[in-house]
């Protein structure tokens, strides 16, 4: 497959039926971040939209990704900042968070970051990979396997795997990643303490989604595996009366909010910029420094950029699509800028949503426009997603990481040092943060290499 010539009608099509594909994983990524679901239906627009005008790719789509949702839950602390704040004081925090992000791409796409992205080393971003699916699959199973994800984590907090979190943090205090491996160790030891109706939910739509599309007619576009187990999850509870944790209420926007472009009226809500600015990030979440939120910050658009380089550099080498480095970066600073104006978590590009692009016919970066203006046009009824049961959402994203996460083929084929490398990575990202696996692996990786150097040098001489 080349390089497609523009079609507007494929561009329209393809648009509709990635809007239509993706809402199950809008509610289930908002979720993860530690918010209401029907947030990441009313804040996905926006950045798409501001995306799709800045990118050159006909193809790559960005958003709320699994990774971006579980960097920023980890980043804030999100789950304790809810807790002791609220939930609007928390979707504030991810919004101020999201425009931070925004700028730092925006200031390394000036300072040649870009290019040098490229050159991360492989066992560092495999090891990373890993340790952040693991984290996925540690955000999406309290929800799915029992009705109330809360009782997961009272039930770690009394067991011996409460006593190992509190001495991992106790030692190293940033370890927000060990809490979500223990739920993991403490679900898979004690099956006795599922909920039955919400485990079978979960565990029959997850192999659904990973397996229904052999069965399903090849006529059916991508993705609607996804809507098909969603769906049926959602008539189940309406007509059964599920009583487990559902999406619940999505509000309707107020008829005079909005922006208007003078005829036009765009249905989104925008968030107070100079409030956001003035949200106590720094205060409550990095130590009171604004220099370690610029770092971090600057970390976050430095590992979201990976996977645009993932997503084109494949599409370069598949179809002859070329990219920019500079213009993508500048392009994911753009769309976090208007994810935060809008209250929505950091976007970057995603890997599943741009295949399905390319597979279904998408000749430009119009469709992914169509995509956006679907999403902010229909959010007015997306209130029948309000009945869907968690544990279907919490399948969606489980299906996406779960066969790496137990199969990891890439890091066990990584060899010598670069093994030693990708697996600390891993570990380190699993049981701290993917900020500071991340940074740990680039330093097991310099580290090594210049012992691996002097090494080959002494047996030179």
């Known amino acids: 497959m080349e390089a497609p010539s523009f079609n507007p009608i494929s561009d329209i099509v393809s648009g509709a039926i ?3 594909t993706s809402v199950p994983q809008l509610i289930a990524y908002a979720e993860t971040v530690g918010y209401a679901g029907y947030r990441g239906l009313s804040t996905a627009g926006p950045p798409l939209l501001a995306w799709g005008f800045a990118t050159g790719s006909p193809w790559m789509n960005a958003g709320v990704t699994s990774l971006t949702a579980v960097m920023a839950k980890t980043d804030l602390g999100g789950e304790a900042y809810a807790a002791q704040y609220g939930e609007e004081a928390y979707v504030e925090l991810v919004a101020a968070y999201s425009l931070y992000v925004g ?24 090891g990373f990979k890993w340790g952040c699916e693991l984290g996925v699959l540690s955000s999406a199973l309290p929800n799915g396997l029992y009705a109330f994800g809360s009782k997961l984590k009272s039930n770690v907090a009394t067991s011996v795997f409460g006593d190992i979190v509190k001495t991992v943090k106790g030692v190293v205090p ?13 679900a898979v030891t004690n099956p006795q303490t599922w909920d039955v109706v919400a485990a079978l939910l979960f565990i029959s739509c997850t192999l659904f989604v990973m397996k229904g599309k052999a069965y399903l007619p090849k006529s059916l576009p991508p993705g609607s595996e996804v809507v098909l187990a969603t769906a049926a999850a959602t008539v189940f509870s309406v007509f059964y009366g599920y009583e487990g944790g559902v999406v619940g209420e999505i509000p309707t926007l107020d008829g005079d909010a909005g922006l208007s472009l003078g005829p036009i009226k765009i249905p989104i809500e925008v968030m107070d910029i100079k409030a956001l600015l003035n949200v ?4 409550r979440c ?18 979201n950029f990976l996977s645009i380089v993932g997503i084109a550099s494949g599409f370069e080498s598949d179809n002859n699509v070329s990219w920019s480095a500079p213009r993508e970066l500048i392009a994911q600073g753009v769309s976090n800028i208007a994810a935060g104006a809008v209250g929505s978590a950091p976007v970057s590009g995603s890997m599943s949503r741009s295949l399905v692009s390319r597979m279904t016919g998408a000749t430009s970066k119009l469709a992914c426009i169509i995509t956006a203006l679907l999403w902010i046009y229909m959010m007015p009824y997306m209130s029948v997603m309000s009945p869907t049961p968690k544990a279907a959402l919490s399948a969606v994203i489980v299906s996406a990481v779960v066969k790496n996460v137990v199969m990891p083929k890439k890091l066990l084929a ?9 697996v600390g ?3 380190t990202t699993a049981i701290t943060s993917p900020t500071l696996g991340f940074g740990a692996g680039m330093v097991m990786y310099i580290v090594i290499s210049a012992v691996a150097g002097k090494d080959s040098k002494k047996k030179v001489a």
Not at 103 to 122: D, E, W
Not at 414 to 422: A, H, Q, Y
């Open 425 to 427: 990575t891993a570990v």
């Open 414 to 422: 990584l060899k010598g040092n670069d093994f030693i490398v990708g």
């Open 174 to 186: 940033g370890a927000t990643g060990v809490s979500g491996v223990c739920n993991i160790l403490y």
């Open 103 to 126: 700028v730092a791409s925006a200031v390394m796409a000036l300072v040649g970051f870009g290019k040098l992205a490229q050159k991360a080393p492989t066992a560092v971003k495999t």
């Open 286 to 303: 990095f130590g009171g420094s604004m220099v370690k939120l610029f770092i971090t910050a600057s970390i976050f658009s430095a590992i």
């Open 18 to 20: 990635m809007a239509a």
């Open 280 to 283: 106590p990030i720094a205060e």
